[in-house]
């Protein structure tokens, strides 16, 4: 069984700087995706970021990117110029065939 | 334009009494699933319809059930709600294997009395 490690249960920034938020999997399978996806308090769960396990180049959607390691199965995000509004529940997410699997969950909050 | 649609966004209800969730969608994805998330957690699948065949997670209580009438829709029937059943409830949708994310509906959240 597929399994999906957020080892920061809670990350803190400040506004306008960057962070990263960890995200490591474990898989047999060589063909998958992962994703980000971000729910913000009482708000509907949104995709952040999307990764086809097949390509090298690390995906990138404005102010965010992330660092995937296939060898390692690490797929970090990485928030740059960090705004008040992207404070929220961030979940790493390993999609195999239909089944997505969630990582625990990483909350993220913003300071001013 | 919402495209994946939970209806009640907030439902109580009393013990032992049955609820029905529902949730339609716009995109004519194949697959639906219903998620449970309880507070501060990851989404739990519960089950996951891909086009009529159902398939349902080994852990998810009897309680449970779901319907999938047409493509569009998919309800959630839970039989005789415990205090332990309070969660949201998260609708999915994707095209299929191995296509495209899914795309989350506002979910449900339910009380239980």
């Known amino acids: 069984a597929q399994t999906v490690t957020q080892s920061q249960p809670e990350m803190s920034v400040q506004e306008a700087e960057t962070v990263t938020l960890s995200c490591t999997y474990d898989?047999?399978?060589?063909?998958?995706?992962l994703f980000w996806y971000k729910q913000p308090p009482s708000r509907q769960m949104i995709l952040v970021i999307r990764?086809?396990?097949?390509?090298?180049q690390n995906a990138t959607e404005n102010r965010f990117s992330v660092n995937f390691q296939k060898a390692a199965k690490s797929f970090s995000l990485k928030i740059s110029d960090s705004q008040l509004g992207d404070a929220a529940m961030y979940f790493c997410?390993?999609?195999?065939?239909?089944?997505?699997?969630f990582g625990g969950g990483t909350r993220l909050m913003v300071k001013p | 334009d919402a495209m994946v649609i939970q209806n009640p966004r907030y439902q109580v209800t009393q013990f032992g009494k049955p609820v029905t969730l529902s949730c339609s969608q716009t995109?004519?994805?194949?697959?639906m699933y219903w998620y449970q998330q309880k507070s501060s957690q990851a989404p739990k699948l519960l089950f996951h319809?891909?086009?009529?065949?159902?398939?349902n997670e080994a852990d998810t209580p009897d309680n449970f059930q779901s319907r999938r009438p047409n493509t569009s829709f998919c309800f959630l029937d839970i039989r005789s709600p415990g205090l332990g059943d309070a969660a949201m409830y998260l609708c999915?949708?994707?095209?299929?294997?191995?296509?495209?994310?899914?795309?989350f509906g506002d979910g449900t959240r339910l009380s239980i009395l």
């Open positions: 999915a949708t994707s095209r299929g294997v191995g296509q495209g994310p899914q795309h």
């Open positions: 898989t047999s399978e060589s063909d998958y995706y």
């Open positions: 990764q086809e396990a097949y390509k090298q």
């Open positions: 997410a390993y999609k195999q065939g239909n089944m997505l699997t």
């Open positions: 995109l004519n994805h194949n697959v």
């Open positions: 319809y891909y086009d009529k065949d159902f398939n």
